[in-house]
């Protein structure tokens, strides 16, 4: 079971790369969107460490991601978008700069086997909502992909 793990990060390069390291499986994958305020120039030697590795891409068009705005969604669509490059993938793990992992790796593997098909995150139908939410309808995923 393959995991793609979505990096959104204001830290630096470095910071990413080390990250990556940490969770480094052959069944991982990763996908790092740079703030755009993140100082990462293209020569920066981890950034170039993270581009010679097959299963990191790297988010090209860089947003500045203010706290709350709606650059965070746009960004964290853009991660999406870009896991779909991997194949086989069966989960997706956002997790932001500061998240590091507190279980080794065999754990995380042993909990998704376990917990395989499940769906962590739900939805419903707006149309049952009550009115009041009905000023969320302007958004729809299936438009922003």
């Known amino acids: ?15 990413a790369y080390d990250q ?24 920066d030697p ?14 090209n068009d860089r947003l500045n991601v203010q706290w709350g705005s709606f650059a965070t969604v746009a960004a ?6 870009e896991a779909f490059h991997f194949s086989d993938i069966a989960y997706l793990h956002l997790i932001s700069g500061q998240c590091r992992h507190v279980k080794p790796v065999d754990y995380i593997h042993a909990y998704f086997n376990t917990y395989a098909g499940t ?24 438009r922003l992909l």
């Open 76 to 81: 964290t669509l853009a991660l999406i978008r």
């Open 46 to 59: 981890y950034l170039l460490l993270l581009q010679s590795l097959p299963q990191v891409r790297l988010i």
């Open 119 to 142: 769906e962590f995150i739900q939805c419903g139908d707006m149309a049952a909502a009550p009115a009041f939410l009905s000023r969320f309808n302007i958004f729809s995923l299936a």
């Open 20 to 43: 990556v390291l940490e969770l480094m499986n052959e069944k991982h994958f990763f996908v790092i969107h740079f703030d755009r305020k993140t100082d990462a120039p293209p020569d």
């Open 1 to 15: 079971m393959n995991h793609c793990f979505l990096l959104l990060t204001h830290f630096s390069a470095k910071s």
